[in-house]
């Protein structure tokens, strides 16, 4: 079993659309979770973090984190072309300078 | 500020030979990071490290990989001989030591090196 899985999609919503993102992980001792947006031939963004459980809110992004079960989701809501990108869920242990684990990634497309 | 730089940004060499990347973090981040990202899947990382010394290599092959990063700034990651599997974007990070503002230790990626082993 992978440490983090993420279905890789691809998603294609309509502008205007809520989109809902989710990941899996097996490993409890992770606390810190982030969401990544990479655009095409570009590196990875950071879009959201989160310390252990909880929500967080920025601007159409929330990230919620569910660690009794071991699931984190990003929901985008009224979803714009330019949010059409692969996001990437990833998770560490500890907060400083230890291994990044990320997810296959989602790849989203949103329509006009 | 300046982001992450990465060189060259495309690379096609034929499987056994090697070829070098190159990374110069973002001023004044002590830490770097270099991952391997295969198509469809998420970054893996290859190996970290802290000024100029390795935090981890555990997943690093190092019977054809090697890294250096010998003056604590910019850094290179070499593959020699390559194999087809090897085919990936190389993906270079740098990010400060101690928290900072609301997202301590963020990872800045480059825009990565895309290598093809033909």
């Known amino acids: 079993q992978k440490e983090v899985e993420q279905d890789p999609g691809p998603l294609s919503v309509p502008e205007g659309a809520i989109v809902s993102l989710n990941c899996t992980y097996s490993?409890?001792?992770?606390?810190?979770f982030m969401w990544y947006r990479q655009y095409s031939r570009k590196g990875p963004e950071l879009l959201m973090y989160?310390?252990?459980?909880g929500n967080k809110e920025d601007g159409r992004f929330t990230a919620q984190v569910d660690k009794s079960s071991k699931y984190i989701s990003l929901f985008i809501r009224d979803s714009q072309p330019s949010d059409s990108a692969t996001y990437l869920c990833a998770m560490r242990k500890g907060q400083a300078g230890t291994a990044l684990i990320f997810g296959k990634g989602t790849t989203l497309s949103v329509s006009s | 500020e300046a982001g992450v730089a990465q060189s060259p940004r495309y690379k096609i060499i034929e499987k056994r030979q090697s070829v070098a990347f190159w990374c110069n973090p973002i001023s004044g981040h002590a830490t770097l990071y270099w991952y391997q990202q295969i198509l469809g899947q998420g970054p893996k990382l290859l190996i970290q490290?802290?000024?100029?010394?390795?935090?981890?290599d555990s997943q690093l092959p190092k019977d054809r990989f090697s890294a250096e990063r010998l003056k604590g700034v910019d850094s290179t990651l070499k593959i020699q001989p390559a194999k087809l599997e090897d085919s990936a974007v190389y993906l270079c990070?740098?990010?400060?030591?101690?928290?900072?503002?609301?997202?301590?230790?963020?990872?800045?990626f480059g825009p990565g090196t895309r290598l093809t082993v033909t």
């Open positions: 490993n409890s001792a992770f606390q810190y």
């Open positions: 990070a740098s990010s400060a030591v101690g928290s900072s503002g609301i997202r301590p230790y963020e990872q800045y």
């Open positions: 989160t310390y252990s459980s």
């Open positions: 490290f802290q000024n100029n010394g390795v935090v981890d």
